[in-house]
């Protein structure tokens, strides 16, 4: 909250970001709930502000913001770069959590209505085409509650950083929302990066994950084993000539016998 001619007004910063780049924004009063994070909008009649050399937008009182569905792919920025505001960390396991999950249309990018997120296949509300359950967009975000002594706090996380952080551990195309709360109160404790407005920037788990050795290990036995085989196998071309008796054992062979071809 501000006061601006002795009326408060307030204030939120948030980054936006076209092909080119991305900078700070400044959303007043009205305008903070007109906007969502990862979402696209066209704005007009922004202002700029230019403070210790760096620029930043502001809406003005002209400033219309109108959602669009196309979506915007942004330079490769970390989400954090140039983020003024400060970041606070909280190491623990998730208390709880309640997570929305949408599909959209790859082609016509409407959300889905009606779609069983456990079909391979599905065929598009709008459009009516037919596709594979994979091709879908999956846009997924919430809260995560997290105890802090007797109180509760609740962070939420958009839909880009919920995402990187189920993507690497699971596909995200057969998961509907409470497969997503369920992995997030199950997979141990968890380092989340959150704004003072409680936005979480980044999340990770806090516990490095030592399964590679078991997993290699089964692999390394069976490439033994092969080489093993490998080995054994001139054991069995033992010659013999032909009209005597094979010898019952390799080990008992008369050198006598071996040798009458060289004479
Ligand atoms: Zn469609």
């Not at 196309?70 to 970041?87: E, H």
């Not at 390394?220 to 054991?235: M, N």
Request: proline residues 4%; hydrophobic residues 30%; glycine residues 4%.
């Amino acid at each position: 909250m501000v006061t601006v001619r002795d009326s408060e007004s307030e204030v939120k910063s948030c980054q936006i970001g076209d092909q080119t780049g991305t900078i700070q924004l400044s959303l007043w009063d009205g305008q903070i709930d007109r906007v969502q994070l990862g979402k696209t909008y066209m704005f007009t009649n922004l202002s700029t502000r230019s403070f210790n050399g760096k620029t930043t937008l502001t809406t003005t009182r002209n400033t219309t913001i109108i959602h669009s569905s196309t979506t915007i792919t942004l330079p490769n920025t970390s989400n954090t770069n140039d983020f003024d505001t400060q970041t606070n960390t909280l190491t623990q396991t998730v208390e709880g959590s309640t997570i929305t999950i949408k599909k959209l249309c790859p082609k016509c990018h409407s959300t889905q209505q009606s779609i069983n997120i456990k079909d391979n296949f599905h065929r598009c509300t709008t459009c009516k085409i037919l596709r594979k359950q994979s091709s879908y967009i999956t846009k997924c975000n919430g809260a995560l509650i997290f105890k802090i002594g007797e109180d509760e706090l609740s962070l939420a996380i958009p839909n880009s950083v919920l995402t990187k952080f189920i993507h690497k551990e699971k596909d995200m195309t057969f998961l509907d929302a409470q497969d997503i709360e369920e992995y997030l109160l199950t997979c141990g404790p968890v380092s989340v990066n959150y704004t003072n407005d409680n936005h979480i920037v980044e999340i990770k788990k806090a516990i490095c994950e030592t399964e590679l050795t078991s997993e290699e290990a089964p692999e390394l036995e069976q490439e033994l084993c092969s080489i093993t085989d490998a080995v054994s196998l001139p054991s069995t071309s033992i010659k013999t000539n032909p009209g005597e008796k094979r010898p019952a054992a390799p080990e008992t062979i008369d050198p006598k016998q071996t040798q009458p071809l060289k004479d």
